[in-house]
């Protein structure tokens, strides 16, 4: 029975990407519409910059704000009134 099962898990996932294949081949296509015109293409440096280092300085910014303007001084958890933690008194 597992092996049937895997065939068919096989079978679906093969014809999934096959299908999306077939439905996006125009979006590969090189033909240019009218009105196109595109830009000058980014540098590595730009993408990096453009698409991880700026991303990585607005986590930082906005952990530091947080961290920085944050007004709670205990960080522990408060133990519950009444409770010692013990195995004795939870049997009282």
């Given at each position: 029975?597992?092996k049937?099962?895997?065939?068919?898990?096989?079978a679906?996932?093969a014809?999934?990407?096959?299908?999306?294949?077939?439905?996006?081949?125009?979006?590969l296509?090189?033909?240019?519409d009218?009105g196109?015109?595109?830009g000058?293409?980014l540098?590595?440096?730009?993408?990096?910059g453009?698409?991880?280092?700026i991303?990585l300085?607005l986590?930082?910014?906005?952990?530091?704000?947080?961290?920085?303007?944050?007004?709670?001084?205990?960080?522990?958890?408060?133990?519950?009134?009444?409770?010692?933690?013990?195995?004795?008194?939870?049997?009282v």
């Amino acid at each position: 029975m597992d092996k049937k099962n895997a065939l068919r898990a096989g079978a679906l996932t093969a014809g999934t990407t096959l299908m999306m294949l077939l439905m996006t081949s125009p979006a590969l296509a090189l033909t240019r519409d009218d009105g196109d015109d595109p830009g000058n293409g980014l540098s590595v440096a730009e993408t990096l910059g453009l698409y991880v280092l700026i991303p990585l300085a607005l986590f930082a910014v906005i952990a530091g704000l947080v961290m920085a303007l944050d007004k709670s001084k205990d960080r522990a958890p408060k133990a519950k009134p009444g409770k010692t933690g013990t195995a004795v008194d939870a049997k009282v």
